[in-house]
């Protein structure tokens, strides 16, 4: 690199840092996004300089990556940039790294963003967790997501670059099995859906217990590395998982995160204790309090987010909260509540929240699930218990906005 | 008693296309009509039954469905009289021929003089048609770009959207009703759903409040503002 580069380079870092500082004292939001287009817009390998010389861990796949971002960033034990606040693409990348000169990065990154994060980034660890439908009429098809990641993990075959990829999910092993060196997981992955023809040939993928297989050849992993059961056991050791938030999903989730920090040479024993701590990640799984109630915000973007987090509600008859929008962040088609099983929540009384409550609610009628419209938040009873509110993004933003800690 | 099935729910199921079934199988339901739903995977033989349900998929498990539906009773019970409603991939499907990705031209099975090419951009965002004195609301998400030969009639003429040209949506034939709106059209529209049910039943039917209603009228006020 030239000298002028880097000095480019030093104006672009300088420059993100001052947007982002001056967008939080006029309170036009974090900054973290503006700033770092202004810092690419003058160096556009702005996010290549800024991860030279750093250990980088990327996670995506469709859920789980906030957390499984946080529980890396928890686990490492020494200061790790990051960039908490769901800004997953390029320009939030760049936020995150202009704020600190820690040698460990960990971020998150958004799917159709993950082929060139790992050209421009030159990760150490690629965490990938899974693939299903969210927000088809932004991506579109989550097949092509899985082809896109193959292809780039064929560009950038590295043996230096370990993937750690979950093997329960077969449009995950269609991307991974390319990859020079992968660390397959097998955690337990419910929501199959969008894996029930086969990547390679399109014939149907037969699915016995936890195995997978076609007919055409393409199976599930043999060489596993990690496997979570009743126990976590990662390169054979055992590791006390024992989480301070909620839902089967987040224990895949840690198991993961583990994986990547192990691979890395962080001790797995003193990493699980720090991830066993952590309460909430960016507002999630936190109680919060408003107008007298006392709520669980849990955050479900997709069916299968949706699904896991529907299993984490008690199995009483407590009211439940869900909170819907289809703005662009969302997802402009709430059509994907057809493929929730909100079959599950017979027996509760469901308060429909949120710009699309009457979708909602027309889902839940015809799932005969009781349900209340919300028209105005005031008027819903004040309940002794803590109610779990379900909520989509930019629902969930709102939520954790309007109500205290 | 009357069956409705929905075809390969695991290949054709992207969009919340399993609320069509439900939608038809509730009202049908509240109604005290004696109807009955069956799911018919991938590694099924299509069943008997008097409507059956097409949604959209991705390329690769609809060229796949179009493969399994060549082969199986499927077009000849069509022939014989029963009924679908396809949405999407569905829709092309029923077709002549269709375009993937890629603009690999795949045989339709062929129930519907209708061809569909690869649009020049994908068609994605809320759409509105006309049909008759009735306004049919919902979402579009497809590449495809349909054209109607012979004597096919469109289903509906576009509000809002793109539908198979930007003028019109789907087509209707004496036992099928085809439109772009994916998913759970038949949820989100319900005079759509007692139109499909009591042509299938042979039935009038009663009105049928619901919250559907309420969906219904604010999805037209959106999409016709
Ligand atoms: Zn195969």
Redesign the interface.
Known sequence: MGKSANLRDGVASAAVRAVNRISRMTGRGSGTVVGGRVGMKISPNLVTSLSRGRTVVLVSGTNGKTTTTSMIVAGWGVPVTTNQTGANMPAGHVAALVTSTSSQAALEVDEAWLPETLAKTRPRVVVLLNLS?DQ??RA?????MAERWRKALEVHNDPDVVVVANASDPLVVYAAEVAANVLWCDVPTTWL?DA??C?KC???ISHVGSQWHCSCGFAKPTKITTVLGDELVIDDVTVALDLSIPGDFNRSNAAMALTALHSVGVELNEAVVRINAVQSVVGRFSVRRWNGHVLRLLLAKNPSGFEAMLATLANDSSDVWVAINARIADG??P?????VPFEKLRGHRVYCFGDRR??L???L????VE?V?VEDDAQVPVSKETISLLANYTAFSDWLEKSEP | MTTICVLYP??L???????NG??ML?RARRRGLDATLVRA???DEVPDADLYLLGGG????Q??AADLLRRSSFASRVRDGAYVVAVCAGLQILGLTFCV?GNEEFEGLGLVDVVTSRGER?S???LATRVGSQLLVG?E?HGGRTTLHGAVEPFGTIVKGRGNDAKNDGYRTKNIWATYA???VL??NPWFCDEVLATVTGQELEPLA???D??YQ?RCRVLSS
């Open positions: 439908r088809l009429d579109n098809e989550v097949r092509q859906a029930v023809s990547p399109t014939l149907g402009r088609d059509s994907w509540l057809y493929d009457l979708d609610a027309t889902r009628d015809y799932a005969q349900f419209i | 695991d290949l199921g992207t969009y919340g296309d399993g609320g439900l939608a509730e995977g991938l590694n991705e390329d690769g498990p060229s796949l990705e994908r994605v965002g809320e979402f998400n994916h998913g759970p949820a989100m619901s919250v559907a309420l969906l604010e």
